[in-house]
């Protein structure tokens, strides 16, 4: 487990974006973080439509017939595969708006890789025309010529639109002296009462929400807190440094004293937009095909005993922000516990009969779908604790502080931890230990086709011996 919390802590991650002022409220963060999507849009719409031109003027060319079969196919086909792969290699993204040359020779090879794709594909099926080659060969230079010339104008556009500094930064002083700081929001913690107290959920939900859409955040602060902040912004997913003090320095160079680093978010924003479509797809689905089990469950639930249907707990999610978390009330109504400070056990009078089978069979967290459907939690990630909850009668985060890991990402309606077994009671230390574990370890491993292999394998401890 050492060695997970370790890469964990040195691993180079990105963060997300949005400047807020120290009354809450977002400005200019706001409208960067806006253009920059609707630059990343069009520039994905740019190079789609150079691919498909690119094919109708080979038509042109080749047959003086800029719709004729063979380029309008081609060129159909190839787009969505050439965005597939583009979006795979990095060629989107904040250094495709200001570092044009690489970014553009990762799609023309996303191109080249796409069109040597089909190629193949159409040499396999034996449907491969003497003709193919060359109108390929000739889509591929012009829609490569049509690259560059938008990538150009999207680089021109982008430094009108955001400036020298595509990022928005967030400077913290925390009782430290500092230089003079020029057009960049500044927020003094102690001013408006703000402390790195990694004991307090609620300071760390403040935190996470001012913190929700910043792209980086610099910290000034003495030495005794240096760990404290770096441990907060790791949680909370944004990037940040740490130091002794601040001084004013152009934007992309160091300030000094560099207490250490944590750059800490482990998914990209392309790779949450990417997480976040998985989920809404599958998760609407299963909504309505367990929509009549879900309707079962309610009515039972209501027949047995008094009290709402669902549970409605607070946790901390992503970022360490609160959010609520729904399950179908499996507890007298006026036993249930709130905060989570009594661990449930296997011979709990609280719980009720219709809830023993729905915890056995994991249906009292189909409500979790509706959290996924509305972005406060994902179908694959760390499962959320209540904020009571102890091992060893202490609190989770009293036993490591690395527990606030594990929020830098969304969290989950299973996990790697679930299917490994790790379900039930947290009553020990170890039992902490190993569900910590494998939670850092998903963050270190996250990739799409992770979440889906996790997800197959959750359908095999749906019924768990320890699902009390």
């Not at 109708?56 to 595969?81: E, M, R, T, W």
């Not at 190629?119 to 829609?143: D, E, R």
């Not at 997913?237 to 944590?262: E, F, I, N, T």
């Amino acid at each position: 487990m050492t060695a997970t919390i370790r890469a964990l802590q040195n691993a180079s991650f990105t963060a997300t974006k949005i400047t807020y002022s120290t009354e809450g409220k977002s400005d200019s963060g706001l409208t960067k973080r806006s253009r920059r999507a609707s630059l990343y849009s069009i520039m994905l719409m740019s190079d789609a439509l150079a691919v498909f031109i690119g094919f109708l003027i080979s038509n042109a060319l080749l047959l003086d017939q800029p719709f004729a079969s063979p380029g309008l196919k081609l060129g159909i086909l190839s787009v969505p595969i050439f965005l597939a792969i583009g979006l795979n290699s990095n060629a989107y993204g904040r250094n495709a708006l200001f570092n044009s040359v690489g970014a553009t020779i990762r799609t023309i090879a996303s191109l080249f890789a796409s069109l040597a794709l089909i190629l193949f594909i159409l040499f396999g099926l034996s449907i491969l025309k003497q003709h193919h080659p060359s109108f390929l060969a000739t889509g591929f230079l012009i829609s490569s010529a049509l690259i560059v010339g938008g990538r150009y104008a999207c680089h021109k556009v982008a430094k009108r639109m955001l400036g020298t500094n595509p990022l928005s930064e967030l400077i913290i002083v925390d009782g430290v002296p500092h230089g003079p700081i020029f057009d960049q929001p500044v927020i003094d913690a102690k001013e408006i009462g703000l402390y790195p107290d990694i004991s307090n959920p609620a300071m760390l939900d403040q935190l996470g929400n001012l913190f929700r859409s910043i792209d980086r955040v610099v910290v000034a602060c003495p030495i005794e807190r240096h760990n404290d902040w770096a441990l907060v912004l790791k949680s909370t997913g944004v990037a940040g440094d740490v130091y002794r003090h601040y001084r004013s320095v152009p934007a992309g160079k160091q300030a000094s004293g560099l207490a250490h680093a944590s750059q800490v978010k482990p998914l990209t924003r392309l790779q949450l937009w990417l997480k976040r479509l998985m989920d809404l797809i599958i998760v609407s689905v299963a909504i309505l095909f367990l929509a009549p089990l879900m309707l079962i469950t309610a009515i039972a639930i209501k027949m047995e005993s008094p009290g709402p249907i669902l549970f409605k707990q607070p946790r901390l999610g992503h970022g360490n922000r609160l959010f609520n978390i729904y399950k179908f009330r499996s507890m007298r109504d006026n036993l249930s516990d709130f905060n989570g400070d009594r661990s449930t056990d296997r011979d709990d009078d609280r719980i009720t009969r219709v809830g023993r089978f729905i915890r056995a069979t994991s249906i009292d967290e189909l409500p979790q779908l509706f959290n996924v459907l509305f972005g406060t939690m994902s179908l694959v990630g760390p499962r959320p604790h209540a904020l009571g909850s102890k091992a060893d009668s202490k609190l989770f985060w009293e036993i490591d502080r690395n527990y606030w890991l594990r929020h830098a990402t969304m969290p989950g309606l299973t996990g790697l931890a679930q299917v490994r077994g790790h379900r039930g009671a947290t009553m020990t230390r170890a039992d902490l230990e190993r569900r910590l574990a494998s939670d850092l370890e998903y963050i270190q491993r996250w990739s799409l086709g992770y979440d889906l292999l996790i997800l197959a394998r959750t359908f095999g401890v749906i019924v768990h011996r320890n699902g009390f």
